[in-house]
Every structure is written in structure tokens, then in C-alpha cells.
């Protein structure tokens, strides 16, 4: 009679513990979470903040921008970023994307690096990280490094001033990418 009770007591716990992991995990939803709207590029989309701005795609590598009402918090769309015919591979997606925020910003600090969900995405990184920025201060930020099908990388970067973005947020967002195209 023990036996068995441990034997359910046991599977309980690992049904609870399934369950609660699938909770938390960051399932790509694909879509727009309710109090948001979305930031469209040419192959990529992203959810932001139904308050943001959505700014003028300011070039042809950043094609979707929104920034928050203060100017404190923006996500852009960073699309192509390999040169010419070259093709991208999942083992050089955090490499292309940081080098930027490594050579632009004073004090950079990666703080956390993993694979994530996107939604019509080969493969997928994303890399949180802190810095200094001249106007906007101690800030936080994370970039997605996309590996889309045909082998282009693109990605999703969200920065914010240090504390001034809540991680339910910051989550909607990675988790509302989609490759489009």
C-alpha cells in the first residue's frame, strides 16, 4: 500500500512540475498580445505597447521602429543584416547580432544568452544584455537573433532605461515575433 502511494504521490509532482514548466516557458504566440499592436518590417513583425509610436522605418536594415510615450523604451525591426549572397547558420546568430551593441554602446554586459521560440523562425537566440547609452543613461536591453528560412538572419532588439520596463512587457514582445516572409 506505500508502495503505490509513493508511486501517485511521484506522479503527481512530475505532472505538476510539467505543468507548471509549460507556463512558463515562452511559447511563441505569433500574435499580438491584447493591449498591443504591431510593429511590421519586410520579413519580420513584433508586438509593441498599443501606446508606443510607431516610428518611420529610418533605413533599410532597421525596418519597423516604436518607441514608448516617455522615449525611455523603443523596439526596432533589424532586418538582413548579412552582406551580399551570404548565408546565415544558428552557430553565428548572437556573434552578427551583438557585434553592433558591442561596438556602439559604453559598458556593454551581456547578462543572459538562449535559444527562444519564433514563429516561422529556422532557429532563434536571444541575448539580454546592459549598457550605457548617451542620452537615455544606464539602460537594459535584448536582442532576438533570427535565423529565417531562407537563411538571412534578422532581429528584434528592445531597449529600455535601466528598471523602466517590466519583464511581462519585455516578454509579450519576444514572444509576439514572427517571420514573415
Not at 14 to 39: E, I, K
Not at 90 to 116: C, F, S, W
Not at 165 to 178: A, F, N, Q, Y
Amino acid at each position: 500500500m506505500r508502495r503505490i502511494e509513493l508511486c501517485q504521490a511521484f506522479l503527481a509532482g512530475t505532472l505538476l512540475a510539467a505543468a507548471c514548466s509549460s507556463c512558463s516557458s515562452a511559447d511563441p504566440t505569433g500574435g499580438t498580445p491584447p493591449g498591443f499592436a504591431r510593429a511590421k518590417g519586410t520579413n519580420v513583425s513584433v508586438a509593441r505597447p498599443a501606446n508606443w509610436t510607431a516610428g518611420s522605418a529610418p533605413s533599410k536594415t532597421m525596418t519597423a521602429t516604436a518607441s514608448s510615450p516617455d522615449q525611455g523604451a523603443e523596439v526596432d525591426v533589424l532586418e538582413n543584416l548579412l552582406a551580399g549572397a551570404s548565408k546565415g547558420s544558428k552557430d553565428i546568430l548572437v556573434d552578427t547580432v551583438e557585434a553592433g551593441p558591442q561596438m556602439n554602446t559604453t559598458g556593454y554586459h551581456r547578462t543572459h544568452t538562449g535559444p527562444v521560440d519564433v514563429k516561422g523562425a529556422k532557429a532563434a537566440t536571444r541575448v539580454d544584455y546592459t549598457f550605457t547609452d548617451v542620452k537615455k543613461g544606464p539602460c537594459q536591453a535584448v536582442d532576438v537573433a533570427i535565423l529565417a528560412p531562407d537563411a538571412q538572419i534578422h532581429a528584434v532588439r528592445v531597449i529600455w532605461r535601466r528598471g523602466g520596463l517590466d519583464k511581462r512587457t519585455v516578454d509579450h514582445i519576444v514572444g509576439s515575433i514572427e517571420v514573415n516572409g
